[in-house]
C-alpha cells in the first residue's frame, strides 16, 4: 500500500499548473485504478478516444464506442450547449471538456490546465468511489465528487495551492442562480477539507485511501436532504438568473444583498454571503460592483460576517441582534438583557 | 418574544423530577404555542379518561366525541397501550394531531435508568410534542430527521426543566445507538449524532434563556446540522444488519447478539460503525439495560480492547480513522504540524 502511495504521488506531486496531458492522466489512472480501463476517456472537444496504449483493446473499445447509441448526441450537447464534462455511468464513459468551461470553479487567476485537471478528478470521483453516481442522491454523488477532486488538487499542487479557495464560493453562487443548482451545494464539505490543508498529509495516502478519504469528507459534511430542500425554497427567486449574471447584469445580485444583510437563517447567510463576496471580491469577469452602494454592501456585509463568525453558528439569528451573546463567570453563554425593548 | 422567556422558563425550570403533571404541561403548551391549542390533542392512553382537556369547554367535548369516533386512533391507543407500552404523535382528523402519552414505565429505557418515572414521561412528552409543533418533525418526511427533531427538542426541554446538570437524558445517545444497532425497522430513529453534539454543548448555551419559539428554532437547527445524512445511515444501517431484530433474545438475558457486536465493533474500520457499535455496546457494559449483566474474563477483556480502540478514535481524527492506521500510526510532524503516516 505504502508503495502505491509513493508511486500516486511522485507522479502527481507538485504537477506543472500549465500542463494538462490527458492521456498520462489516463494512464495513471489505469495503475490506480484497474477496473477503469474499462471507462471511455473521450476528450469532448476533439470527438477523440484517449486510449494511451496501442493494442487490440483499443480497436474493441473504439468499436464499442461507435456502436453506443446517443453518445454522440450527449458529446455534442455537452460540447456545443453545455460547455462542459460528466461521467456517464450509463455510456461507462467521461466525456471530458478540454477548453475554458461555461461556469468556472476555480479562483480566476488559475490557469485553464488546472481547471481542467479539477474537471478531470471530479468525474473521475463520479467513476471510481461508491455513492458518487447520481442515481443514489444526486447532491451527495456531487460533494464525493469534490471532495476528490479538492484533496487531489492538494496532492497534485501542494496544500499552499490557493487555486482552489474559490470553489466554496463559486459553488455557492453556482446553487443561488443556476437552474438546476440544487444538485451541487458542495460547499459545506470542500470548505471543511480547505479547513484542515495544513492539517492531513495530503501527499501520504495512497489513492485507495484518498477515495475513502473523499467519501468520509462527504458523508461527514454534506448538508442533509431536508435542509437542503429548505435552503433551495430559500433562494428559489434566484433561480435561473446566472446568464443575466455572467453578462453583467447587477440586479439579481442586488436582490442577494438584501437577502443576505436581512436573513435570521444562518446557513441562508452563510452560503449567500459566500456567493456574493465573490463578485464583490471581483472573481466574476464581466461583474464590477463599485460605487456608494456597494461599498455599503461591503461594510455591511463585514459586519454581519464578523458577529455570524463570534457567535455560535446554532444560534445565529436567534434574538442575537438584541441581545449579543455574552459570557458569564460560569462560562455559559448567555443573552444580555433586551435593554432596547424593556 | 423576549416577554414569553421568563414564564416559559420560570414555570418550568427546575422542575420536580419526581412529578410529571399532564394537565399543567398541557397548560403549558397551550400558553407557549397559542396556534396549537385545537390542533394538536393531548391523550393519557393508560387512563380511564384519556382527554387532557384542563378546560371545560364546548370544545373539549367535539374533540372527545370525534376521538370516540375514529377508529384509527381508538386501535392506535390500543395497540400502544397494550403492545408496544410506548407513546406516539398520530394524525388526527382535519389536520389535527393526536398526542398519545404513555404515561407508566415505557417497554423500552429510553434515558438513565436511574431516572424517575417522571422524568421518562416528561421526556417522552417533550419527544411526542417536538413531532406535532416543530417544521419537518412529522412523519410525512425524512423519518430518522423529524426523530432527530424530536429528540433534539426534548434534551433542551430537559436541560431547561432540570438544569444542564441533570445527567438523566446522558445515556439517551448509547440507548438510541444501542436500539438502532439490534431493533427491527430500526433506522428510523437513529438520533445519537445529534444528542450527542447537544450534551457536548449542554454548558455553552443558557437553554433557560431561550423563548419557547426559539426552543424550537434550536431544536430543529440542531438536528439539521448533525443528522446523520440518510446515505451514510443506509450504510451503516447495513453493516449492521446481522444484529437487527435481537432485543428480545438480549431483553431475555441472552448475550450472542452483543458477542457479534462486540467482533463488529472491535474489528470495523468504518468510523461511524465503530462510534455506533461502540456507543451500543458500551450501554450494555455500564449496566443499562435491566436484565443484562456482563461479567467475567471475556468482557473484561471487551472492556480493555474497547477503550484502547476508543482512545485511538479519540486521538485520530473521526475521518482519518483507520486510514492506515494500525501499521502507520498518526504522528505530529515537527515544524510543519502535518498529520504523517510512519512509512
Known amino acids: ?342 | 418574544m423576549t416577554k414569553i422567556a421568563p414564564v416559559f422558563n420560570q414555570n418550568v425550570q427546575r422542575q420536580d423530577p419526581a412529578v410529571f403533571d399532564y394537565a399543567r404541561e398541557v397548560e403549558q403548551v397551550w400558553r407557549d404555542f397559542p396556534e396549537t391549542k385545537d390542533k394538536v390533542f393531548f391523550l393519557d392512553i393508560c387512563a380511564e379518561q384519556k382527554l387532557i382537556y384542563p378546560e371545560e369547554s364546548e370544545q373539549k367535548q367535539k374533540i372527545q366525541q370525534h376521538i370516540d369516533g375514529n377508529r384509527y386512533i381508538l386501535s392506535t391507543i390500543e395497540e400502544y397501550n397494550t403492545v408496544e407500552k410506548s407513546s406516539c404523535c398520530a394524525p388526527a382528523f382535519n389536520d389535527a394531531k393526536c398526542l398519545l402519552l404513555y404515561t407508566k414505565k415505557h417497554a423500552m429505557d429510553l434515558i438513565t435508568k436511574t431516572a424517575t418515572a417522571a422524568q421518562e414521561t416528561a421526556f417522552v412528552f417533550d419527544h411526542e410534542l417536538g413531532h406535532a409543533i416543530i417544521p419537518d418533525a412529522g412523519y410525512r418526511g425524512n423519518r430518522n430527521m423529524a426523530e432527530c427533531i424530536a429528540d433534539a427538542y426534548a434534551v433542551i426541554r430537559h436541560f431547561q426543566r432540570f438544569g444542564a446538570d441533570s445527567t438523566a437524558v446522558d445515556a439517551l445517545v448509547g440507548g438510541r445507538s444501542f436500539l438502532f444497532a439490534f431493533k427491527r425497522n430500526r433506522a428510523s430513529h437513529f438520533t445519537s449524532p445529534v444528542v450527542e453534539k447537544i450534551l457536548a454543548r449542554r454548558y455553552d448555551i443558557a437553554w433557560d434563556s431561550l423563548t419557547p419559539q426559539q426552543t424550537t428554532q434550536l431544536a430543529w437547527r440542531f438536528a439539521m446540522e448533525y443528522a446523520m445524512h440518510p446515505v451514510l445511515l443506509d450504510t451503516v444501517d447495513r453493516d449492521l444488519k446481522k444484529l437487527q431484530g435481537k432485543i428480545g433474545d438480549i431483553k431475555n438475558g441472552d448475550t450472542d447478539a452483543l458477542e457479534d457486536l462486540v467482533w463488529k465493533v472491535l474489528s470495523t474500520n468504518i468510523s461511524d460503525v465503530f462510534k455506533c457499535g461502540a456507543a451500543a455496546l458500551k450501554f450494555c457494559l455500564d449496566g443499562q439495560m435491566a436484565n443484562i449483566i456482563l461479567q467475567g474474563e471475556y468482557w473484561d477483556n471487551v472492556r480493555q480492547r474497547l477503550a484502547e480502540k476508543q482512545k485511538i478514535f479519540t486521538a485520530q481524527a473521526k475521518l482519518l480513522f483507520s486510514l492506515g492506521a494500525e501499521d502507520r500510526p498518526l504522528q505530529r510532524t515537527i515544524p510543519s504540524n502535518v498529520i504523517k503516516f510512519k512509512p
Open chain 1, 1 to 342: 500500500m505504502a508503495d502505491t502511495a509513493t508511486t500516486f504521488n511522485q507522479a502527481a506531486q507538485r504537477q506543472d499548473p500549465a500542463v494538462f496531458d490527458y492521456a498520462r492522466e489516463v494512464a495513471q489512472v489505469w495503475r490506480d485504478f484497474p477496473t477503469t480501463k474499462k471507462v471511455h476517456f473521450l476528450d469532448i472537444c476533439k470527438r477523440k478516444l484517449v486510449y494511451p496504449e496501442e493494442s487490440a483493446e483499443r480497436e474493441t473499445m473504439l468499436q464499442l464506442l461507435n456502436n453506443k447509441k446517443n453518445l454522440l448526441s450527449d458529446v455534442d450537447q455537452m460540447d456545443l450547449v453545455e460547455k462542459s464534462s460528466c461521467y456517464s455511468p450509463y455510456h461507462g464513459a467521461m466525456l471530458l471538456y478540454t477548453q475554458q468551461h461555461k461556469h468556472s470553479f476555480l479562483d480566476q487567476k488559475a490557469s485553464q490546465a488546472m481547471e481542467t485537471m479539477f474537471v478531470f478528478d471530479h468525474e473521475m470521483g463520479h467513476a471510481v468511489i461508491p455513492n458518487a453516481h447520481y442515481g443514489e442522491g444526486r447532491n451527495k454523488a456531487e460533494c464525493i465528487a469534490d471532495a476528490y477532486a479538492v484533496i487531489r488538487h492538494l496532492q497534485r499542487y501542494g496544500a499552499d495551492s490557493a487555486a482552489i479557495d474559490a470553489l466554496v464560493q463559486q459553488r455557492a453562487l453556482q446553487f443561488i442562480f443556476r437552474k438546476d443548482r440544487a444538485s451541487h451545494l458542495t460547499s459545506p464539505v470542500t470548505e471543511q477539507i480547505l479547513a484542515r490543508r495544513h492539517e492531513i498529509a495530503w501527499d501520504n495516502l495512497t489513492p485507495a485511501e484518498t477515495t475513502k478519504l473523499a467519501w468520509r469528507f462527504a458523508m461527514e459534511y454534506a448538508v442533509h436532504p431536508v435542509l437542503l430542500d429548505v435552503i433551495d425554497k430559500d433562494f428559489k427567486k434566484f433561480q435561473g438568473k446566472m446568464e443575466d449574471i455572467e453578462k453583467g447584469v447587477v440586479s439579481p445580485l442586488q436582490e442577494l444583498a438584501e437577502k443576505v444583510l436581512t436573513t435570521d437563517a444562518s446557513a441562508v447567510f452563510k452560503y449567500g454571503a459566500a456567493a456574493l463576496k465573490l463578485c464583490l471580491d471581483g472573481q466574476k469577469a464581466n461583474i464590477i460592483l463599485q460605487g456608494e452602494y456597494w461599498d455599503s454592501v461591503r461594510q455591511q456585509l463585514a459586519e454581519r460576517q464578523k458577529i455570524f463568525a463570534a457567535q455560535d453558528k446554532l444560534l445565529f439569528g436567534l434574538g442575537a441582534e438584541d441581545r449579543p451573546l455574552q459570557v458569564f463567570k460560569n462560562n455559559v453563554l448567555k443573552f444580555a438583557s433586551p435593554g432596547k425593548r424593556q
